[in-house]
């Protein structure tokens, strides 16, 4: 009989203060976040008038975590969607975990792995190993027959690994009290100040189109500050602003996409992005002196990834007939989820501003005004590795 392999991937984005082309080969950072980019396009095409947000990274991740048991053509899907190299990309991942959980960032990349497998499962040495030395992943073990206790464990897991701010990932109906083998997880919890700060006094209510067409009042953030923004064009001539956020370690910044035509639907930009893409913006931005007025927000969504990822070529894992985790555990196994649940908080804190914003705060030039007040696109960027942590199309705040 064909057991369950259950795989649930977990993100969280957290921006909240302390009180509440490219010219050389990608990175394997790059390279997880392009295939993560592509699942986020399939899913807002359904959902065009949606927040959507989305952990690119996280998608990677827990695809990461599967790969050293997967055989076969389940193997090869894998690695073709992602790009890795054939021979065990291991080495490479384990720089990156490192590298985006750096305490050098000083904003905090909490990342977070585990496999919880039911008792007395046995579970092939080199995968548990793999999983363990490169994504410093625990294993638990469990007892599935109960699948309400089950399901009360694991997300006590995510709410302790996400400081609370997503307190249930799973319902105990997605665990099949006799079938399921494991249920692997994958957490990313990001707190980030930014680097100039947005005084919550200059904050008021203003005018939002959504994207549905509607005019929203939303709390409005506002600082006169320097930004890097540029103007960018899609293959099809579209123009679109960019404007990055940096946030305080200086590893890590936000970047703001916005059609500059206020007539163009941001779905018609949202296809042309990739880390390549993002990579040339760096070339087309400069620093400048303006009124950035930006929505707070707060979005969550919930993505089943099976539909993506299978229109992206990763089909077999999902086939109870062909699926390959014989190096998992000699146990035929599949996958029956594949779930990613994130969200993201803006709002105005951060550090305090430097010498030099504070000086350019008292400039006497009268600023152009940047206003983002209607739908738009936005990429959190560990720029050391180039890795996407999240993204999100918010059409209304």
Known sequence: MKHLLLLLLFSLLSLY?????????????????????????????????????LSPHGVASILGMLLPGAHGETRKQILIALRYKKNGPYRMLKKLHKALSAKSNQDAVLIANAMFTKEGFPMEGPFVATNKDNFQCESRSMDFSNADRAAEEINTWVNNKTKGHIPSLIKADMLDSVLTRLVAVNSIYFKGLWKSRFQPENTKMRSFTGGDGNVYKVPMMSQLSVFNIGVATTPQGLKYKVIELPYHGGSISMLIVLPLEED?????????????????????????KVRLLIPKFTADAEVDLEAPLSALGITDMFSQAKADFRHISSEPLHVSKALQKAKIEVNEDGTKATAVTTAILLARSSPPWVTVDRPFLFLIRHKPTGTILFMGQINQP
Request: aromatic share 4%; proline share 8%.
């Open 264 to 288: 163009t639907p941001l779905s018609r930009v949202i296809p042309h992005i990739s880390t390549a893409t993002v990579h040339s913006w760096t070339s087309l931005m400069h620093p400048r």
């Open 17 to 53: 203060g302390h009180n509440g082309a490219l010219s050389q080969a990608p990175t394997y950072g790059e390279r997880g976040s392009d295939l993560g980019i592509q699942v986020f396009q399939h899913v807002v095409r359904s959902k065009p008038l949606e927040n959507v947000v």
